[in-house]
């Protein structure tokens, strides 16, 4: 079946350090992909995604690129801030319309 | 506007009782998701509405939950004779479109239920 398989953390980094947090997903049909934030004490919201291969989604300084040649849709950022603390689900859609997600990766940026 | 709301926030059941959770979705989205998040895990799907319609039920764990959303709009899941397994954060989300999952899908805060 559907599934998504994402970078295990914590992954704690400085600020201004660079981000990635890998994620990889079962090559069934042609999915919509989607990076979800959860940030302390509120619901998720969806960061950015892309919709077919080569895409690319962006906000708020993230990235992601939708690699169909490796299943992969890693998220990056340049420089994090500690705002950016929080936890990130990579997640997949498909022609069933329900998302699947990853487990979750805890971020925290220290000053 | 207003976003997703769901209540109660927070729900402490004892083991055997029924508990009965509430989505109000964004007003004008036609579908409607049920996830169930347990601690340190990503969601997981329990069931989809198109309007009234349920359309997905293929994720709920056992026969006794049960969703409805009868005139395609506030839907509750309902959760009967709770057991230590069920408690997790139940979570809603709504989608302006009626198919597609390029779709980007809302959720609310999600309702924490703690079956002790």
């Known amino acids: 079946g559907d599934s998504v398989t994402q970078m295990e953390g914590p992954v704690t980094l400085s600020e201004e350090a660079f981000l990635t947090i890998n994620c990889t997903y079962t090559a069934t049909g042609y999915p919509s992909l989607f990076w979800y934030v959860q940030y302390p004490g509120e619901g998720l919201q969806l960061l950015l995604k892309a919709t077919k291969a080569d895409d690319k989604g962006s906000n708020k300084g993230f990235e992601a690129t939708y690699r169909k040649e490796t299943t992969s849709f890693h998220l990056e950022k340049g420089s994090v801030q500690v705002s950016d603390s929080a936890v990130y689900f990579c997640?997949?859609?498909?022609?069933?319309?329900?998302?699947?997600f990853g487990k979750g990766t805890l971020l925290t940026v220290n000053p | 506007g207003a976003g997703v709301s769901q209540s109660p926030r927070y729900k402490v059941a004892k083991r055997g009782q029924d508990v009965a959770l509430r989505c109000d979705p964004i007003?004008?989205?036609?579908?409607l998701f049920w996830y169930q998040q347990a601690l340190g895990q990503g969601p997981e799907f329990l069931t989809y509405f198109q309007n009234e319609a349920q359309l997905d039920k293929s994720g709920l764990p056992s026969d006794r939950f049960f969703a409805e959303r009868p005139e395609g709009s506030v839907s509750t899941l309902k959760i009967q004779r709770t057991q230590q397994e069920d408690s997790a954060v139940y979570l809603c989300?709504?989608?302006?479109?009626?198919?597609?999952?390029?779709?980007?899908?809302?959720f609310g805060p999600g309702t924490r239920l703690t079956v002790t």
């Open positions: 997640a997949r859609g498909g022609s069933n319309y329900k998302l699947t």
């Open positions: 989300a709504s989608s302006l479109a009626r198919t597609g999952s390029s779709y980007e899908q809302y």
């Open positions: 007003s004008g989205h036609v579908s």
